[in-house]
């Protein structure tokens, strides 16, 4: 092989290899800057269930579109997300709960854990667990978020 033909193959080679690598920068690089979490809920549906977020004090334990208060430090499941995980049933079930506990076990002590919102008039409940379930995360996301909730309740790392 002729000097001048070498160079042009290393060219081909380093062309190809330049490919590969800006393809799989530019996967990564897409799903960096986008945010996983959306909701399908109107507005007003939204602005309705997050006053009730607000003044039910679920703040104080959960983050939710990164909204968390500064002095929250329970180890409690992220909500964003949470309606790709549980179902609007299941939600509305969990919030009526007089024991959320015998619904999803606890590793916390008793002043952490999930408080009864029984108490919750129902359709204050409704309003939340249909806001709840309209919380998703997109499919690429989906195990991560999985996975963290999964650490969150159990305390442990999620080996699947
Ligand atoms: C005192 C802290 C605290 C408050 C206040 C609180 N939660 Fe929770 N919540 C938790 C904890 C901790 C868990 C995990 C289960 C457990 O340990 O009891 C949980 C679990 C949940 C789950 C199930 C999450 C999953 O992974 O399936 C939902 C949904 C939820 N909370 C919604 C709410 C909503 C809505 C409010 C307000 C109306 C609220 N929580 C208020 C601490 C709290």
Redesign the pocket.
């Known amino acids: 092989m002729k000097r001048g033909e070498r160079v042009v193959l290393a060219l081909i080679g380093l062309a190809l290899v330049a490919g590969v690598v800006h393809s799989l920068l530019h996967v990564d690089g897409k799903h960096d800057r986008d945010i996983p979490f959306y909701s399908t809920a109107t507005h007003n549906e939204a602005s309705a269930a997050m006053d009730?977020?607000r003044s039910?004090?679920?703040?104080?334990?959960?983050s939710l579109w990164t909204l968390q208060d500064a002095m929250q430090f329970?180890?409690?499941?992220m909500?964003d997300g949470?309606g790709s995980?549980?179902t609007e049933d299941?939600?509305y079930a969990?919030?009526s709960s007089p024991d959320?506990?015998a619904i999803?076990?606890?590793?916390?002590k008793k002043?952490?854990?999930?408080?009864s919102?029984a108490t919750?008039p129902e359709s204050q409940r409704r309003l939340?667990a249909k806001y709840?379930s309209s919380l998703k995360v997109k499919d690429w996301y989906l195990e991560q978020t999985r996975k963290a909730?999964y650490e969150?309740?159990t305390g442990l790392e999620d080996k699947k």
């Open positions: 009730i977020y039910s004090g679920c703040k104080s334990c959960h329970v180890p409690a499941p909500l949470i995980l549980r299941w939600l969990y919030l959320p506990q999803l076990p606890s590793r916390l002043q952490y854990q999930m408080p919102y919750l939340l709840m909730e969150k309740l």
